[in-house]
T-cell receptor
Framework: GAGVSQSPSNKVTEKGKDVELRCDPISGHTALYWYRQSLGQGLEFLIY????????KSGLPSDRFSAERTGGSVSTLTIQRTQQEDSAVYLC???????????FGQGTRLTVV | DAKTTQPPSMDCAEGRAANLPCNHSTISGNEYVYWYRQIHSQGPQYIIHGLKNNETNEMASLIITEDRKSSTLILPHATLRDTAVYYC????????????FGAGTRLAVHP
């Protein structure tokens, strides 16, 4: 079956522009995670959606970052007024409530020039 | 912040067992130990998890000490394809399963 899908796979944007990154989780998965991974670094937690509960936004680095999850399915991570330090791979993962395994997408590589 | 401590890097000869340690001295009674790995340029992949008993699956074995303050992931016969960064994570299971990744251990398997 289909895994976690992220789009676009690559995005180059100019400093100061807004970008939207999309994540299509595995159908039926109630949990959805966003992470950021800078070159050569580990995964930095950004936000976690679990069912209908309020999302855990504790990892968002600034108010330029926001995320939505519509209808409990697709999620969009929005970065406003992008900065060069936002350049990284943004990874999305989803998990079924009854499972212990989170499935990751291949990520979106964001480059801010 | 990550609640685990792992060595930054390890080496292993192909065909030998790779034993990756993890310290999680502040683990709470309801938290599980999870292991994921990330092969270069790919998203992380789940390996195994456990609460207090040792666990084994087709990929690896997980040994958790009796006091649960540390654990070891064992790849019994490492191959070159096991070269990756291995992450040890402590998290609740079930409904609220927030996964916080640390720096991990970079395992290099060599011929």
């Amino acid at each position: 079956g289909a895994g976690v899908s992220q789009s676009p796979s690559n995005k180059v944007t100019e400093k100061g522009k807004d970008v939207e990154l999309r994540c299509d989780p595995i159908s039926g998965h109630t949990a959805l995670y966003w992470y950021r991974q800078s070159l050569g670094q580990g995964l930095e937690f950004l936000i976690y959606f679990q069912g209908n509960s309020a999302p855990d936004k504790s990892g968002l680095p600034s108010d330029r970052f926001s995320a939505e999850r519509t209808g409990g399915s697709v999620s969009t991570l929005t970065i406003q007024r992008t900065q060069q330090e936002d350049s990284a791979v943004y990874l999305c993962a989803s998990r079924d409530r009854g499972s212990s395994e989170a499935f990751f997408g291949q990520g979106t590589r964001l480059t801010v020039v | 912040d990550a609640k685990t401590t792992q060595p930054p890097s390890m080496d292993c000869a192909e065909g030998r067992a790779a034993n990756l340690p993890c310290n999680h001295s502040t683990i709470s009674g309801n938290e599980y130990v999870y292991w994921y790995r990330q092969i270069h340029s790919q998203g992380p992949q789940y390996i195994i998890h456990g609460l207090k008993n040792n666990e084994t699956n087709e990929m690896a074995s997980l040994i958790i000490t009796e006091d649960r303050k540390s654990s070891t992931l064992i790849l019994p016969h490492a191959t070159l394809r096991d070269t990756a960064v291995y992450y040890c994570i402590v998290a609740f299971s079930g409904g609220y399963n927030k996964l916080i990744f640390g720096a991990g251990t970079r395992l290099a398997v060599h011929p």
